[in-house]
């Protein structure tokens, strides 16, 4: 089974980065899993996804709008309320495109708090780095679920 996740998250914008932390967690521990680091502009790995082709994909992105530290699985297939991040497509868009590419396609947000993304800084908070863990340890849960299906 090929297994894929897409990164996306600004890292001169602080906790904004924490979808790629998840993603070098992820590269360092799971080696059957392929990394994208879409950063802010995840429609520039599309195409790679696309030749890739995974049979399940999980899409990790920083959000603001629920409590900090929270992370969860979003189904936003028909979000209307567009949950804005810092990349140009909304993530309804986003989702409902990679969908077609991938119809398991999965959306993981990290809740950071707003302040922690507006400026230009490098580095992620305690609390980001905390929540990159977790995140992983939801995309760990997933890999569990997969091998006792597959």
Same mark, same amino acid.
């Given at each position: 089974m090929r297994k894929a996740l897409l990164c996306i998250g600004n890292p001169l914008r602080g906790d904004d980065d924490v979808g790629n932390e998840v993603g070098r967690i992820v590269t360092q521990n799971l080696s059957d899993w392929r990394v994208f680091y879409g950063e802010d502009? *995840? &429609?520039n790995e599309f195409a790679n996804i696309r &030749? /890739?082709? *995974?049979d399940v994909l999980i899409v990790v992105d920083?959000?603001?709008g629920f409590d900090d530290g929270k992370i969860? /699985? /979003?189904d936003l297939s028909d979000e209307r309320d567009y949950i804005y991040s810092t990349h140009n497509l909304p993530t309804p868009v986003l989702l409902s495109y990679l969908r077609k590419i991938c119809p398991k396609t999965l959306f993981l947000g990290i809740s950071v708090l707003l302040e922690n993304v507006l400026d230009f800084k490098e580095g992620l908070s305690k609390s980001a780095k905390n929540s990159a863990q977790k995140a992983?340890?939801?995309i760990l849960e997933i890999e569990k679920n997969l091998s006792e299906q597959g």
């Open positions: 502009v *995840p &429609e &030749e /890739f082709a *995974p920083a959000m603001s969860e /699985f /979003f992983y340890e939801r």
